[in-house]
T-cell receptor, first 110, second 114 residues
């Protein structure tokens, strides 16, 4: 499986935007970029995914670099409920497995 | 539309007992995946099932662990003769047939072996 690299931790203030980076220099042409998050004592929660174009949904935006070697998850206005571990995962079109790394622990300060 | 339901939320078993973890996928989802999260470790894939079929059990320990997803009823992850090292959070996820969509996870079962 292609690997992703994320910072171990990031900090943000409430109501401010948060940009969570992910490097995936060995991404293949058929790999989708998926983001999940895991709140304390909860199961992972799907956030967003994309292939080449930037994507928006009600939770977040995903900005994908033109060469696809990196991406950024954008939370437009962080809330305390966004404090979680965020995972960036590459998933090939026919591959059903999610390979979770250590992710980024996001702390949101009030 | 209820999400993925897992029960029990917490399960305590003595060494040597059996643990049965249940997972009811979202309505309309026919694909079920089990993941395990050991303390201070990441989530690891265990098994992928469709109704009445095990598609991939490459992440399951070879002994004591089994999984099923019968035609009727929830998916079951069964751990026989539990040991302390089985203590972990076990998560179930489900998806519709198209795996390019995101998976929906349950809240997990936290197994403690004493």
């Amino acid at each position: 499986d292609a690997k992703t690299t994320q910072p171990n931790s990031m900090e943000s203030n409430e109501e401010e935007p948060v940009h969570l980076p992910c490097n995936h220099s060995t991404i293949s042409g058929t790999d989708y970029i998926h983001w999940y998050r895991q709140l304390p004592s909860q199961g992972p929660e799907y956030v967003i995914h994309g292939l080449t174009s930037n994507v928006n949904n009600r939770m977040a935006s995903l900005a994908i670099a033109e060469d696809r070697k990196s991406s950024t998850l954008i939370l437009h206005r962080a809330t305390l409920r966004d404090a979680a571990v965020y995972y960036c995962i590459l998933k090939g079109g026919s591959n059903y497995k999610l390979t979770f790394g250590k992710g980024t622990l996001l702390t949101v300060n009030p | 539309n209820a999400g993925v339901m897992q029960n029990p939320r917490h399960l305590v078993r003595r060494r040597g007992q059996e643990a049965r973890l249940r997972c009811s996928p979202m309505k309309g989802h026919s694909h079920v995946y089990w993941y395990r999260q050991l303390p201070e470790e990441g989530l690891k894939f265990m098994v992928y099932l469709q109704k009445e079929n095990i598609i991939d059990e490459s992440g399951m320990p070879k002994e004591r662990f089994s999984a099923e997803f019968p035609k009727e009823g929830p998916s079951i992850l069964r751990i026989q003769q539990v040991v302390r090292g089985d203590s972990a959070a076990y998560f179930c996820a489900s998806s519709p047939s198209d795996s390019n969509y995101g998976y929906t996870f349950g809240s997990g079962t936290r197994l403690t072996v004493v």
